[in-house]
C-alpha cells in the first residue's frame, strides 16, 4: 500500500522555488559607458 499514491517530489519544488529576476541589460551598459565617459574626461583634464 503506498501512502501518497498521487504525490511527486517535482509538484512541490517548482511551487516553492522563486524566480531569477532578469538584469536589465541597458543599465549596466550606461554604467559602463559613463565610467568610461568620466574616467577619459578625469585623464585628459590633468
Known amino acids: ?19 531569477k529576476r532578469k538584469r536589465d541589460k541597458s543599465v549596466g551598459m550606461l554604467q559602463f559607458l559613463l565610467h568610461l ?3 577619459e574626461t578625469s585623464r585628459l583634464c590633468k
Open 1 to 19: 500500500m503506498q501512502k501518497y499514491p498521487g504525490w511527486s517530489a517535482r509538484e512541490n519544488y517548482a511551487i516553492n522555488k522563486k524566480k
Open 37 to 39: 565617459f568620466f574616467a
